[in-house]
């Protein structure tokens, strides 16, 4: 739909204005839709330097590869980058991030699951851009 084109425009606006390190994560709540987003995403990023990875079922390296810059996740494997990368220092490389079917927080099946992506996020990025605390030798 609509809502799904914009979202797709602003994400691919923030990710080629990010750099060759930049990624960005997708996240979707089937299997099924991975697959058909990252066709569709590679489509329209033919002729970039940015690639495209899919996480979904058996799909996807850990750690995340620096050279992969669009990530097209389900949730649980949305969790897994967000932790892998967070891990490795390298959550800033994270520039831009879609929840598609944003209305599944309430589902009873897939809404847990996206809450609590969305919250470690929020977490993560919160605990990343606070001062740390240096320790004397």
Same mark, same amino acid.
């Given at each position: ?12 606006? @923030?990710?080629? =204005?990010?750099?060759?390190? =930049? %990624? ?6 089937? %299997? ?7 066709? @569709?995403?590679? %489509? ?16 996807? +390296? ?10 097209? =996740? ?21 520039? =831009? ?12 099946? @897939?809404?847990?699951?996206?809450? @609590?992506?969305? +919250?470690?996020?929020?977490?993560? +990025? ?12």
């Amino acid at each position: 739909g609509g809502k799904s084109l914009v979202a797709e425009v602003l994400l691919l606006r @923030r990710l080629l =204005a990010g750099g060759a390190q =930049a %990624k960005a994560l997708f996240l979707v709540p089937y %299997k099924a839709d991975v697959a058909q987003k990252g066709v @569709r995403l590679r %489509k329209l990023l033919r002729g970039t330097h940015m690639r495209v990875a899919d996480y979904a079922g058996p799909l996807g +390296a850990y750690p995340v590869p620096p050279r992969a810059n669009l990530l097209v =996740a389900t949730l649980e494997k949305g969790a897994g980058v967000v932790q892998s990368l967070a891990e490795q220092g390298r959550l800033h490389e994270i520039v =831009a991030v879609v929840a598609d079917e944003i209305h599944l927080v309430g589902d009873t099946s @897939r809404g847990a699951s996206l809450e @609590r992506l969305l +919250a470690k996020m929020r977490l993560l +990025a919160i605990a990343a851009a606070s001062p740390r605390a240096t320790q004397a030798d």
